[in-house]
């Protein structure tokens, strides 16, 4: 009985490392963002702008995976937010690191779909006028993808993620490229 647990360990760590793989990527797209601007003085902000994000990883067998990452979130900024007291200008600049489990369903031999959960350390600075307030935390990020691998080294993907915090909200789409060192 003993020798058949060490065999079923050995042979996971066997079809581990010769799949496992580590991978660096960049993206870019779009972030939504839903800010309350009380703590400044009152108002909303619903818009969109530009995201940046970088991120590695490691892939330890063809369906599991730990990734990290950085998001510039950009900044968002409205030159007018309707409060009671008329029209004030307001913005919003995020920035996080996350750390998230990636699950992966090959599909075919060159496309693959996943979902990522983990959490994400994040820094928000909120302004409306010239009165600024500084926002952070940490909450849960999650999301769904897609890959298309041209090689085995080299994939485009498509990311649809959202870092949960209460307020500002964000939620990205993201196009971009990932490459393997196999």
Known sequence: MKHRYL?????????????ANGYIGIGYGSTNVKAD???????NIDDSTTLTKFYGGYQFNKYLGLE??????????????????????????????GIAGVATVPLTKSFRAY??????????????????????GTDALYGLGAAYSF????????????????????????????????
Request: aromatic content about 12%; glycine content about 10%.
């Open 68 to 97: 990290g990452g950085y998001y510039n979130l950009a900044q968002v900024s409205v030159g007018s937010v309707d409060t009671s007291a008329g029209a004030v200008s307001g913005s919003v600049d995020m920035k996080a690191f």
């Open 115 to 136: 979902v990522r959960a983990g959490a994400a350390v994040w820094d928000a600075d909120i302004t409306r006028d010239t009165t600024t307030a500084s926002a952070d």
């Open 7 to 19: 065999a079923i360990i050995g042979l996971c760590a066997v079809s581990t490392t010769t799949f």
């Open 37 to 43: 601007l009380t703590s400044v003085g009152g108002g």
């Open 151 to 182: 090689t085995k080294t080299f994939s485009v993907n498509a990311d649809w993620e959202v870092i949960d915090s209460p307020n500002p909200e964000f939620s990205t789409f993201s196009l971009g490229f990932k490459w393997d060192f196999k």
